[in-house]
């Protein structure tokens, strides 16, 4: 088969991420069983979810790893004008869920297994797909775990999000938490006698919002990021029961970006002061009035020196060898910190296209991925 006709088949398992993605990854294991090579899957959620990861070659020595995500974002109230789960090319794209983020690379890296299965190669290819990408981060961790135990690893990672084919050598770090704001109910006919959660909750958003500012000011700046600086970020509030009820309760949950010159540790840190503080005001009147925190999910960011090996390695397969840093989170800065190899993204398709209804990829976007797996595929061939 060739990428897209495999492209058609990915796109048709609807693996959004509260979903199994279990039939997928079967199908990715029997296509390559059926060229002869053998996948490794690590299970999850008794079986519901996997990770899978297969070599192609010698075994005695490192390789380079391929590695993409095979979970999908919702397509739950998009106006989509066809069938999301379903293919369908027309005016030089191939549309539907997943084509870009991250199926069509996806499918790119398995026709090229399918072709290296016919070869002999000097330098083993493997290839890692994972589940629960688009939450975090979360499924692939599972799969570090095995590789981190072996006394060989890959010796070097490409991660194929969407770069339009460019070089990622970067991206931020994040820190996702969640802020409980806990107060004292009433009858909101006597609301001052009582503490609303709801305004300790906004007291504490605009304590974020005026470190934001300060960072924003202040703080370390990368100038290869569209947005230079480390970024805080609101995303959910949740409060109240009835309007004639002060609300005891209300989550807030934010986000921290970072940089790699920022610590999210001391900004998490600094938002639990401003909490604390902000509780130690009304201490005297509501005893009770606290603000907790849980930490939700966090990956570190990836930063591959420009002047690395594996730099030069890709830019020597890629029709373009730009470099720069995007915005969205991998799945890489984890492979990095965890197995000490370097690791790049580069990927076929624009994140401008991901993630939205009537989601597409360029079919020369595909077409330079494949042109980039052949001269992949020619320079670890012995």
Known sequence: MDTLTIL???????????????????????????????SEIVEAEGGRKANLFATIGPRDRPGVMLSGHTDVVPVDGQDWSHDPFRLRVADGRAYGRGTTDMKGFVAS???LA??????????????????????????VRSLIDRLAGRPLRPKLAIIGEPTAMAIATGHKGKLAARATCCGVTGHSALAPNALNAIHLACDFVGALRGLQSE??????????????YTT????????????????????????????????????????????????????????????????????????????SEAVTFLRGILDDSALRKVAFGTEGGLFSQR????VLVCGPGSMEQGHKAD??????????????????LDRIAA
């Open 114 to 139: 399918a072709h290296a299965s016919t070869r002999d190669l000097e330098t083993p290819l493997h290839l890692a797909f994972s589940h629960d990408e688009e939450i975090g981060c979360v499924g």
């Open 109 to 111: 890296a398995l026709a």
């Open 359 to 376: 989601e597409f990829i360029a079919l020369d976007q595909l077409a330079a991925c494949d042109r980039m797996m052949e001269r992949l």
């Open 339 to 342: 197995l000490g190899i370097p």
């Open 215 to 228: 960072i924003e000011r202040d703080g370390p700046r990368d100038a290869d990021y569209d947005i230079p």
């Open 8 to 38: 058609d088949r990915l796109v048709g398992f609807a693996t959004v991420s509260r979903d199994p993605n279990r039939p997928l990854i079967d199908f990715i294991s029997d296509f390559l069983a059926g060229h002869g090579i053998e």
């Open 232 to 307: 805080l970020h609101a995303g959910r509030i949740a409060g109240g029961t009835a309007l004639n009820i002060v609300p005891e309760r209300c989550t807030i949950d934010f986000e921290i970006r970072n940089v790699a010159e920022d610590d999210p540790e001391a900004i998490l840190a600094r938002l639990m002061d401003e909490a604390a503080a902000l509780v130690a005001a009304r201490r005297e009147r509501f005893p009770d009035a606290r603000i907790g925190f849980e930490r939700l999910n966090d990956y570190p960011g990836l930063a591959t020196p420009v002047a």
